[in-house]
């Protein structure tokens, strides 16, 4: 396969996670001039600057591009924001990868970076009531680890899943976040720490729910025949941006097993929200599940977890407990999932975290993992979703 139309990823570089309590620019910056550095590249060669916004954050944050490009130096880039909810990173990926394939520049700055208020995200830009995830907000008051219970509770149901099938994830990923520099928590857990830990939304506890957090993240992306002049021959490459979006009537919650095309009178999709974010990467990839050696998803709970090894195609519907207990996503598994300890270290800051997953891809891809590398890794692949409707996976390759 050639890799002509694929994009070089030649710097990665994070600020840590944590409640830093500063402005999100300064944690940006932070790690914008580690990609720089980490890629050998000046900020004067820069000729795109593809910003992930934040809401949270004022104007400055709606304008991540042009608020990045202003505070390392003004030098007439041009520059663009996207914002997805948690899927921005990924489309700032994206928009800095087409805009090399078409041949406007050949190095592109991706950075993405937030400061979080304490406690649970609630939707910002006002009245929303045709959103769905507005109105269970609102009309509910079904906040996030509300949501993250109810999707728990259906894997239970539906799968015959266990609260401890979910506290093995967390207390996974807490493993492989101890030696994780960016991480916010770097801390051993055990089942019985789980279960001490206060019921947030049942069958959720507080250790089985991801954080809000600070922390920024950014790439340095270039053409393939830049990263060659460079002398690069076998870079880790962009190979697929996914943010695709829902096909009618699947929008979130998907009820397979209840909803047939005589019930409803309509064709339904061939595939749910979430499974088909990853398809999609694939195709453009020309790869498959059997492929990907090590990934990176979004734990905004533990549970969570269990679903996205089913909708990557990992394993078929049901089998993500199976997984779980037999440690396959477990680095040293056949299949390791989150060795950067993910979103259970993490936490969320909301417009870095789908570059901050392409970052620790390219970290395992390169061997520079240092005491959470997965042997050998060729593959990667990141997924996560952006409400209303944004979707986020991003295949990287060496």
């Known amino acids: ?19 830093w309590g500063r402005n999100f620019v300064s944690y940006g910056v932070h790690a914008a001039l580690a990609a720089l550095e980490d890629a050998g590249i000046p900020w004067t060669d820069v000729g795109f600057v593809s910003g992930a916004d934040t809401m949270r954050n004022g104007y400055p944050g709606y304008v991540a591009g042009a608020t990045f490009a202003q505070a390392l130096g003004w030098t007439g880039v041009p520059v663009t924001s996207s914002y997805g909810a948690c899927a921005s990173g990924a489309m700032a990926i ?19 970076a937030d400061t979080t208020p304490k406690g649970f995200l609630a939707p910002q830009g006002g009245e929303r009531t045709d959103d769905p995830d507005w109105l269970r907000f609102r009309l509910l008051g079904a906040t996030n680890p509300t949501y993250f219970g109810m999707y728990a509770r259906r894997r239970i149901d539906l799968y015959g899943a266990t609260v401890d099938d979910f506290t093995a994830v967390k207390v996974k990923n807490a493993q492989h976040g101890l030696n994780n520099p960016y991480a916010r928590y770097r801390k051993a857990f055990s089942a019985e720490d789980v279960a001490a830990s206060p019921v947030v939304a049942d069958p959720l506890h507080l250790l089985h729910i991801c954080a809000t957090s600070d922390g920024g993240a950014a790439m340095v992306l270039t053409s393939a025949e830049y990263a060659r002049k460079r002398g690069l021959d076998n870079p880790v490459r962009v190979a697929a941006v996914s943010t695709t979006t829902p096909t009618y009537p699947n929008t979130v919650i998907e009820m397979p097993h209840f909803a047939t095309d005589s019930t409803v009178g309509y064709p339904l999709p061939e595939r749910t929200f979430k499974q088909s974010i990853g398809h999609a990467a694939y195709e453009e990839a020309g790869l498959g599940p059997d492929d990907v050696d090590v990934a990176e998803v979004y734990d905004l709970s533990a549970a969570l977890e269990l679903d996205w090894y089913e909708d990557l195609g990992f394993c078929e519907p049901g089998e993500a407990e199976g997984m779980i ?45 240092e005491g959470r590398q997965v042997d ?23």
Do not use: Y
């Not at 002509?4 to 994070?14: E, F, S, Y």
């Not at 994206?94 to 993405?112: F, K, M, N, Q, W």
């Open 1 to 19: 396969m050639s890799h002509d139309n694929d994009v070089a990823v030649l710097g990665v570089g994070m600020h840590p996670w944590g409640k």
């Open 94 to 112: 994206e928009a800095a990868r087409a805009r090399i394939l078409s041949g406007r520049c050949d190095v592109a700055l991706v950075v993405g």
């Open 325 to 369: 207990r037999d440690g396959a996503t477990t680095i040293g598994g056949r299949l390791p999932v989150n060795p950067s300890g993910g979103l259970a270290c993490f936490g969320e800051a909301v417009p870095a975290q789908a570059i901050a997953q392409a970052c620790e891809l390219t970290w395992q891809l390169r061997g520079q993992a």
């Open 376 to 398: 050998g890794a060729k593959v990667g692949i990141t997924a996560n979703q952006g409400l209303f409707g944004h979707g986020s996976s991003v295949i990287l390759t060496r």
